[in-house]
Each structure stands twice: as C-alpha cells, then as structure tokens.
DNA sequence: TTCGAATATTCCTGTAAAGGAATATTATGA
DNA sequence: TCATAATATTCCTTTACAGGAATATTCGAA
C-alpha cells in the first residue's frame, strides 16, 4: 500500500507540467510545439519533459530531428487505483453502504 | 479546465503527508496520535498538517486541548473528475471505441 | 490561578528545484 | 563535410520548503 506515487505527484504539482499533461491529450507533439503553445521557451520545455519522463508520465518517439512526446496510460491506471482505496470516503454508493452498515449494528 | 489542483498534488508528494492523508482512513486522528503512528516528531505532525488543511486534504474539529484531523472528501471527487479527462487515455472500453472509430474511417 | 498536556508557531539551516542565458548535441539535407 | 533546425544540457541565481530545536498558545483540571 501507498505505492510510490510521489514522483508523479511531484510532476504535476508543477503548473507547467500539468498543462503540458493536458496538452498531450490531444496526442503526441514536439518539443518545439509543446513551448510554443505554452509560450515557454524550449529548454524549460525539454526539462519539464525531463521530470514528466522520469515519473513516467510520457515516453518518447524519436523521429529524425524531432522528438515526439506522449502521454504513457500506466501512472494513470495507477493513480485510478490508488485513488480507489479512497472511495468510500466520498463515493455516493459507499455512504449507503456505511448507512446499511450502521443500521445492522443496532 | 485544468482547474488549481496544484496544492493537492504538492501537498501529495511529500512522504510524511502521504502517509498521514493513508492513515486518515481510518478516520480521524489526533496530531499526537499521527506524530505517534509516523514517528515523526509532533510539530513536523502540525506542519504537514497545516499543509494539507491548506490544500483542502483535511480539516479540523476542536475537542478540548485535542484536535481531530480528518480528510474531506471533497479533494478526493475533484481528482476522481480530473482523472475523468484522462480516461479515454487508458479505459479498455476507450481503446474499444477508438478500434470503432478506426474502422469507421476506412 | 496555576500546572501540565496537546498543539501551533517561530527561527534557523540545508537542500532541491525553477527560470534565464548560453552552449552542447544530434540528425538532416545540400 | 558543413550549415542548420530541433532538442538537450550546463551553469548560475533565486526561492520554496523540509527538518530540528526552542518557544508560544490553548484548554481543562485541581
């Protein structure tokens, strides 16, 4: 339990970052697309990239010159299973189930 | 979108606070109780606290010279929609409708 | 009202990380 | 082989933040 999902939190944490994971949504993109929609400059870009790579939240395609960088599902699956070890903090279904619950008790 | 869900993700990558929202589940605690269960020193306990109850993570009931920290669900259905906008990224039944889709533009 | 338990806050220090600017690297095409 | 585009890396400076230690605060009980 708890895993290690301290890097990828750390990486979004980070306001850049989370637009460029919101970006690549849309599908892969370039280094130079990426900082030009963002209107940050490239090497801050290429580093960003670097931090979202290293917590494994994108890989890599190189074409020739280019670098194209995607969105990789795993630390999402992850955090969608994490986050279910949550649910019955705040999912509607599981608060019936606590009333339920409650009620045999008596 | 995108909405500020950076002071959630910050308050998430640090280890201590980590561990205090995972052990919350259990309900609340107090912040003798989490310094005790962490082994962590109680005004690091407080700090990491104030932190979380500052990112919305938890809050605080007031009971004579104790306080009880529990989490609010409330941060946790902000990810789970977040994480919505990404399902279609690793969801089986995304991937289905994406082969559909594929086939629908020969 | 004073004492002690529980908690919060302050001050200090070290460290990690972000942004800017410059430079290095890599691959392509001529 | 050279020039150039695309990207990565390094160096520097500034800032944010974590932990330690000490101290302040708050509340209930005697």
């Not at 903090?89 to 409650?102: G, H, I």
């Amino acid at each position: 339990m708890d895993e290690d999902h301290t890097a990828v939190f750390a990486a979004l944490a980070e306001p850049s970052r989370m637009r460029i994971v919101s970006l690549l949504r849309g599908g892969p993109l370039t280094v130079g697309q990426i900082a030009e929609r963002l209107e940050i400059r490239q090497p801050q870009a290429s580093k960003h990239l670097k931090v979202l790579q290293q917590a494994g939240l994108v890989d890599v395609e190189a074409e020739a010159n280019r670098r194209h960088y995607r969105l990789r599902p795993e630390p999402f699956r992850e955090l969608e299973s994490w986050l279910a070890g949550y649910r019955e903090l705040w999912n509607e279904r599981f608060d019936r189930l606590d009333d339920y619950l409650r009620t045999m008790e008596d």
